[in-house]
């Protein structure tokens, strides 16, 4: 599944390698940016204008659906529609990744998706805090979403016994509870967010809400006619079958066994250079290996690890970069975790069943630290370096 093993505490044992690994990372991203041109824009607007017609030709068949062959036919393109439409066009969209392009209709602030979280609220808890504090404990609230325990350093409670029921039964409502989480509700108690604000959120997701139900469970159904039930029953197929790939690419890209999860404290991350922020990234994701299809169907998060180091360059030249990654990795001796879907699908719901289980090195690394008269996790100690701005690439 990789390469080389990985020391566990990269801060010191990789020290003198970071910034090399930086150097070499940012010389690939300045390539690529200044490379970007046609080829990149025709790219998204072919898969724009198959997206569209994948979906124009799945709502004409599920308006004729009484018969079987054409239910089948308008389901089948319409969870393909929204597959690309979530996955290769909005989440890359809302990256910023063609924004050079200077097109308003596929750009980070004006796109819109198809999924119940309005655009704004994702961006600030997927494209900020999770892409800034990667698998960082504490931090990055992506790292089981509150409710899942996917590292030894998370605190068990009895609650997470049933974390792989209701792992499960997220998958096929996973718009729901993604939309549920970019809330924020845990941290109104905490004053890390107002009320106001968490008012403010919730109501524009009642109004995307609103306008999502009305679009695939009222509007169209009716405008079936005779059609409206089978209709109704294609759109809902359609929405969980894309949750559950969803699901099911976001977990492979960030949970199987060999992806690392770090104790820092925020502090000790201000200190954080390129390199070192690079290397977590690397360390924290997984890639998924399979051919172009695959690729476009995941939005190429099929590449997780180059998403994550190069989050807002054009997503067709992850394929492209990625060998010249996964070699950067070997010669520094860093874990590049790669396998085919089936192998990190087993290994994410490893990790589920693991976890959801009391941890007995973690009891006795609290007592030992209660015996030694400390009640906090030790971490490795970031070099007293300036941090980098927290420029696009970050976010």
């Not at 997927?126 to 609230?141: A, E």
């Not at 109004?207 to 209709?231: E, T």
């Not at 079958?241 to 992806?259: E, K, M, Q, Y």
Request: charged share 20%.
């Amino acid at each position: 599944m990789s390469t080389t093993a990985v020391p566990v505490t990269p801060f010191k044992s990789l020290e003198d390698h970071t910034e090399l690994l930086g150097e070499e990372l940012d010389r690939i991203r300045a390539e690529v940016v200044a490379a970007r041109g046609a080829e990149d824009a025709r790219y998204i607007r072919t898969v724009i204008a198959a997206q569209r017609g994948l979906e124009a030709g799945g709502r004409a068949a599920l308006a004729v659906s009484l018969f079987p062959p054409a239910w089948l036919a308008g389901t089948a393109m319409l969870t393909t529609a929204k597959i690309l439409e979530n996955m290769e066009l909005g989440h890359n969209i809302l990256h910023g990744q063609w924004d050079w392009m200077g097109d308003p209709a596929i750009h980070s602030t004006t796109w819109e998706w198809d999924f119940l979280t309005p655009a704004d609220a994702w961006k600030h808890t997927h494209n900020h805090l999770h892409h800034t504090y990667t698998n960082v404990v504490g931090l990055d609230r992506d790292l089981g979403y509150t409710i899942l325990r996917m590292s030894p350093d998370q605190r068990w409670h009895p609650g997470h016994l049933l974390q792989p029921l209701y792992t499960a039964l997220l998958a096929p409502v996973f718009e729901w509870g993604i939309a549920l989480y970019d809330l924020e509700a845990d941290a109104v108690p905490s004053g890390r967010k107002s009320v106001r604000a968490f008012l403010s959120d919730l109501a524009g997701l009642a109004r995307k809400a609103v306008r999502q139900a009305a679009k695939d469970y009222v509007l169209f159904p009716l405008l079936a006619g005779p059609s409206a039930l089978p209709c109704l029953l294609g759109n809902v197929t359609a929405n969980g079958l894309r949750n559950i790939w969803a699901h099911t690419v976001i977990f492979c890209g960030h949970f199987p066994s060999d992806v690392q999860t770090f104790s820092y404290e925020e502090e000790q991350l201000e200190g954080e250079t390129r390199g070192q922020w690079y290397l977590r990234q690397i360390q924290g994701s997984a890639n998924i290996e399979g051919g172009f299809l695959l690729h476009v169907l995941t939005g190429n998060l099929s590449h997780q690890i180059e998403h994550h180091v190069f989050p807002d360059l054009p997503s067709n030249r992850y394929a492209e970069l990625a060998p010249r990654v996964r070699e950067i990795c070997a010669r520094h001796g860093i874990t590049y975790v790669s396998a085919p879907l089936w192998r990190q699908y087993a290994s994410m719901w490893g990790r589920v069943l693991r976890h959801s289980l009391p941890d007995a090195s973690r009891r006795r690394r609290t007592s030992a630290r209660a015996a030694a008269g400390t009640g906090v996790a030790e971490a490795p100690k970031a070099p007293s370096t300036t941090r980098p701005a927290r420029s696009r690439s970050r976010s």
